[in-house]
């Protein structure tokens, strides 16, 4: 079984750029959901989406979007990016959207914007 | 508003027991999750707690009382693997976690 994966592992943008980052989810998994981990910090809920619509929001602004594809992968665009959006940057898979459904993560990609 | 407490640093001694405690107030409550974060790595699945109780799995077990907003990691047999942070996460519906900072556990030998 493949977890979930994350591509790229490591990117350096500069402040007002845009970047693009992607996601596989573990198989069977229709539920993909983006977080973001800032040092030291736990992470961050930016959003989910399931059967390819945004279900449900954290507090980041618009220039945070995002895709689901039809085979359950997904894209996290951001957009103007700022020097504070350095951050490892998570995205999960779950079974299902039912409370005892685990989140299963992968290693996330490091952001690093100069 | 969300809020999720947990202690920032512990230390602990291998083969010793460690508690790690976690008190939430959240909107919307629909199970409690702990993961473990070694440094650089995916946070991986604990456990998870929606009754109040104790649940147990193997040399972990977590602790849920929804009345008092408070649950706890036990730890037990500490290896030296087992130094990595520990996240408390609550499930505030539909899996959309809201995590703690985080408790960083330092095991020595």
């Known amino acids: 079984e493949t977890g979930v994966t994350q591509s790229p592992t490591h990117l350096i943008k500069t402040r007002g750029q845009q970047v693009t980052l992607r996601c596989s989810s573990q198989?069977?998994?229709?539920?993909v959901s983006w977080y973001q981990q800032a040092l030291g910090q736990g992470p961050q809920f930016i959003f989910q989406y399931y059967r390819e619509e945004e279900n449900g929001r954290g507090n980041f602004p618009p220039r945070f979007s995002g895709l689901q594809f039809p085979n359950y992968s997904s894209e996290l665009n951001v957009n103007a990016l700022e020097l504070d959006d350095s951050a490892l940057y998570l995205c999960?898979?779950?079974?299902?959207?039912?409370?005892?459904?685990?989140?299963?993560f992968g290693n996330g990609t490091r952001l690093t914007v100069t | 508003g969300q809020n999720i407490d947990q202690p920032t640093e512990m230390t602990a001694t291998e083969g010793a027991i460690v508690q790690i405690n976690c008190t939430y107030q959240?909107?919307?409550?629909?199970?409690l999750f702990w993961y473990q974060q070694h440094a650089g790595e995916a946070p991986t699945f604990l456990s998870y707690n929606v009754l109040d109780g104790l649940e147990e799995k193997g040399r972990f077990s977590s602790f849920l009382s929804r009345s008092k907003g408070y649950s706890y990691l036990l730890l037990k047999e500490l290896q030296m693997k087992d130094s990595a942070s520990y996240l408390c996460?609550?499930?505030?519906?539909?899996?959309?976690?809201?995590f703690g900072t985080g408790t960083r556990l330092l095991v020595s030998p």
């Open positions: 959240t909107s919307g409550f629909n199970g």
């Open positions: 996460a609550v499930n505030t519906g539909f899996q959309k976690l809201v």
């Open positions: 198989s069977g998994h229709n539920t």
């Open positions: 999960a898979s779950s079974l299902s959207r039912t409370g005892n459904s685990p989140l299963h």
